[in-house]
């Protein structure tokens, strides 16, 4: 099990950015893949971003462009980094990692977009 914690969320006004972190408490070096999942209030969660132990990358077709993640194994940290944020991007975010077919989650990070 890997606990994972989130920070980096605050109040943001629309078209500003901000960087979310998320620390794993052990070496993510041989986690393969691990990512951002965001839920709106009354909405299901989805899914933000993902990343592979190789860089590969994969975003939700809405947020492409706009949003980057990205690992630093030697800081056992996923990054990511949003840009010209929107109303609509208002949400907790929940990091996330699969190992071995567990998958581990963090507490969440509110982000609230709004002038």
């Known amino acids: 099990q890997v606990q994972l914690v989130e920070s980096g969320g605050g109040l943001v006004q629309p078209g500003g950015s901000l960087r979310l972190s998320c620390a794993a408490s052990?070496?993510?070096?041989?986690?393969?893949?691990m990512g951002w999942y965001r839920q709106a209030p009354g909405k299901e969660r989805e899914l933000v971003a993902t990343i592979s132990n190789d860089g590969r990358t994969n975003y939700a077709d809405s947020l492409k462009g706009r949003f980057t993640i990205s690992r630093d194994n030697a800081k056992n940290t996923v990054y990511l980094q949003m840009n010209s944020l929107k109303p609509e991007d208002t949400a907790v975010y929940y990091c996330?990692?699969?190992?071995?077919?567990?998958?581990?989650w963090g507490q969440g990070t509110q982000v609230t977009v709004s002038s």
């Open positions: 996330w990692c699969t190992v071995y077919g567990q998958d581990d």
């Open positions: 052990r070496s993510i070096f041989n986690i393969n893949v």
